[in-house]
């Protein structure tokens, strides 16, 4: 029997924190990545792989309202940024993870090749996030522009807690992907899959049958679960730039966490160890993976993946 | 036996001519394309689509060069915007059709799916394209100003026959799609594939069998043409703004062509009766699909792709 993984990388597979990136620091960021992403295939599980968008969505936005200014071109909505920073990311990957096969001469033996899949992730269009946008995008505004350009383009916008006026949108819960059935027959073919990019493109089902994009954004984490459990995926892994989940995080008590069941996270979570903007979603996305049914959920650093895998890394959820 | 159809769709899939488009207009647009190449699958065809990106790689530039002199934004390289057009117009594309089938009560029946596969179209390395950029992409400078982007980001620049200068970037031939065993499998298994868009991102293999993305742009009926042969389709179809191809076009002794043999077509070519911007790349990639064993080869107006497969519109190029 194959066994399955789903991983979803963070921000840190791309870039340095707070830096644009240039192509050249993308490339080595995305090398890096695979590096660590092939040592997980090599151990024999059939892996897909999810990422997140949210700094480049930044800078598509950013491009888009700069050229609007400059020179009065269009600007699209924030479904179609999201496929642009799918076909963006999902390249970068898919180059830098074929190029390490064949490195370590694995292409064509245990790995078919590598797919990067456009992927519609399902959201309820009665998602209470609707009603009320809290996810900020894009760049900061003065009080004044923010609201012209809310104005102009249908945006809600407020001030942020940091400083400044931003769009926000909302971020409903994902319930499933569209192109599941394909992404779950090429992984049992043999291939790496890139797929959910972002959290998937937002649409929701309308009253015919048919999808309509949203404007919205969709939580990676909570995405790549539901892609996890729809190909009954054995492990979930969340690779981030933390080592491991702590309690009491960043406070003289905060105590890091090798283990916990699905009650002991959900008890912490409750608790408000895990912020929302950060660890919160992760471990979230954790107990619902577990809950549905998986075997183990892993929190980790990207950079110790592989001994996260083995249990002698990062923060294992698990069933109890 | 299923039988295979590569099409290819040109910029009318997407936009009025020299418009800019809106994202309304976008879907305005690819909800009637999606009419049209839904036809097609009604036929028992297994169709995989690929589409130009000439207009969205120049917009994408645009935005990318606005986006630095307001903010100081990176720019990324030709691969990595052909790559974003490629989630772009795919999403496009793969949300509409699959709307057309579920409103014709296609959908989970005849067809599986409708997916958008990021697709690396390999270049060789020595294509004397390299040596003499000609393709001009993205906006028009004048001369001081297109010599300064030149030396900043290691452009060609030449002066546009139509008016000021712009970048040049070399159109190496398609050897070979990456990704072409999965969506072989893909569209085997009952799916619609929407593939090496753009002409697929242009890559070429080091010595050391690895990828490397190149600044280059790829035609999209050349890349078509690969496809469709390694697929083993049947028909290869190019539908374009233009009903059938004509000899002497554009004079008083004008002539529209309904079928030619390949021998003809190569006689014609080699003549000068198909402009190199315009039908010059498609009649070559009609030749070039009978010659290596397809049955037949059609270049059609979009509106009448049905007609066409029926040979009651377009022009058809056969063996001989």
Redesign the interface.
């Known amino acids: 029997m194959e066994k399955y993984i789903v991983v979803a990388v963070g921000g840190n597979a791309f870039q340095t924190k707070n830096e644009?990136?240039?192509?050249e620091s993308?490339w080595e960021h995305a090398r890096r990545s695979a590096d660590f992403l092939v040592r997980i295939v090599e151990d024999g599980y059939r892996v897909a792989i999810t990422h997140g968008n949210g700094p480049q969505v930044g800078?598509?936005a950013?491009?888009?309202l700069?050229?609007k200014?400059?020179?009065?071109?269009?600007?699209?909505?924030l479904?179609?940024a999201g496929?642009?920073?799918?076909?963006?990311l999902?390249?970068?990957l898919?180059?830098t993870i074929?190029?390490k096969l064949?490195?370590k001469g694995l292409l064509g033996k245990s790995v078919?090749?590598v797919?990067?899949?456009?992927t519609?992730t399902v959201v309820d269009r009665g998602d209470p996030a609707f009603m009320n946008p809290t996810k900020f995008i894009g760049?900061w505004y003065s009080e004044e522009e923010a609201k012209k350009l809310a104005k102009e383009h249908g945006w809600v916008v407020k001030p942020d807690p940091r400083g400044g006026w931003r769009r926000v949108v909302p971020s409903p819960n994902p319930t499933r992907q569209?192109?599941i059935?394909?992404i779950k027959?090429?992984l049992s073919?043999g291939?790496i899959v890139i797929a959910s990019g972002g959290g998937g493109?937002p649409?929701y089902v309308d009253e015919?049958?048919?999808?309509r994009?949203v404007e919205a954004v969709i939580d990676k984490d909570l995405a790549g679960e539901r892609l996890a459990s729809a190909i009954g995926a054995e492990i979930f892994m969340i690779l981030t730039d933390i080592d491991k989940v702590y309690l009491n995080y960043g406070t003289p008590r905060q105590k890091a966490i090798d283990v916990m069941t699905v009650s002991e996270a959900k008890k912490y979570y409750e608790e408000g160890h895990f912020k929302p903007g950060s660890m919160g979603p992760k471990v979230l996305a954790a107990i619902r993976f577990v809950e549905d049914g998986g075997k183990e959920a892993i929190i980790a650093h990207l950079f110790q993946a592989y001994e996260a895998l083995r249990g002698k890394a990062g923060t294992r959820i698990v069933p109890g």
Chains 1, 2 share one sequence.
Do not use: F
């Open positions: 644009r990136g240039s192509p993308y800078i598509i950013e491009w888009m700069a050229g200014s400059a020179k009065g071109l269009p600007v699209m909505t479904d179609i496929a642009m920073s799918q076909g963006w999902g390249y970068l898919q180059q074929y190029n064949i490195e078919k090749g797919i990067t899949v456009i519609q760049p569209i192109e059935d394909a027959k090429l073919e291939y493109i649409v015919e049958g048919k999808l994009g």
